[in-house]
């Protein structure tokens, strides 16, 4: 079964610019996360969809980031304005349970590097 | 509130020797542990977890974790190291109770080198 995909795969812009990132989770898989990873520090959790439903976004900046899952099915990271400390690496991950449970395996995309100027 | 230790940044084995990469948490309610494993400008793999039952755990890779509640640990373990094996590991958990259900937790993740 084809994995988590993601794009692009890297990104450089300057601050105060704006920058969107795709993905696409496993087929079937109700669930799906944002992560933030920046250099030396473990994936942060940005914001938790359950089909096209927000679950938790408690930790997203929302002032700069917002993200989407209109259709249940693939999703859109944006930032605008981007600043310097922004600059990591934004994972997505899925899970197959509508429930999105603390049992739940998350399986992950490769990322999106960027890095903001 | 949630968290996770790695308390090594790095742990350097040779191959064909034992290895443990360390990892303690810390919740409230029931903890449900996860180690993945990180290459080089690839996403993170998923190895094990444990939920509930034996404390043992086997994963992928020929890798088993001992969850250790009074210790609360759930270090990584491999009976013999492959150059292969050298990446970055992260131990992350979830819990069952209050507003954060079901996010995880990740540790700053231990950097692995097995060295021929």
């Known amino acids: 079964e084809a994995g988590v995909a993601q794009s692009p795969r890297y990104k450089i812009i300057e601050k105060r610019q704006s920058v969107a990132f795709w993905c696409n989770p496993i087929?079937?898989?109700?669930?799906l996360y944002w992560y933030q990873q920046i250099l030396g520090q473990g994936p942060k959790l940005l914001i938790q969809?359950?089909?096209?439903?927000?679950?938790?976004d408690s930790q997203l900046p929302k002032d700069r980031f917002s993200a989407e899952r209109l259709k249940g099915v693939d999703s859109t990271l944006k930032i605008q304005p981007a600043k310097l400390e922004d600059s990591a690496v934004y994972l997505c991950?899925?899970?197959?349970?509508?429930?999105?449970?603390?049992?739940?395996?998350?399986?992950f995309g490769p990322g999106t590097r960027l890095l903001v100027l | 509130a949630q968290s996770v230790a790695q308390p090594e940044d790095q742990v350097n084995v040779a191959e064909g020797n034992p290895l443990t990469v360390k990892c303690t948490y810390s919740v409230s309610g029931n903890p449900y542990l996860f180690w993945y494993v990180q290459y080089p400008n690839r996403g993170l793999q998923f190895l094990l977890k444990?939920?509930?039952?034996?404390?043992l755990v086997k994963g992928s890779y020929g890798f088993e974790a001992e969850f250790n509640k009074s210790q609360t640990s759930f270090h990584l373990k491999k009976p013999s190291a492959l150059v292969s094996d050298s990446a970055l590991y992260f131990c992350a958990v979830s819990n069952d109770r209050g507003s954060t259900l079901g996010r995880l937790y990740f540790g700053r993740g231990t950097q692995l080198t097995v060295w021929p």
């Open positions: 087929s079937g898989h109700a669930t």
């Open positions: 444990y939920i509930t039952g034996d404390n």
């Open positions: 991950a899925s899970s197959h349970s509508s429930r999105g449970g603390p049992k739940e395996t998350q399986y």
């Open positions: 969809f359950q089909n096209n439903g927000v679950v938790d």
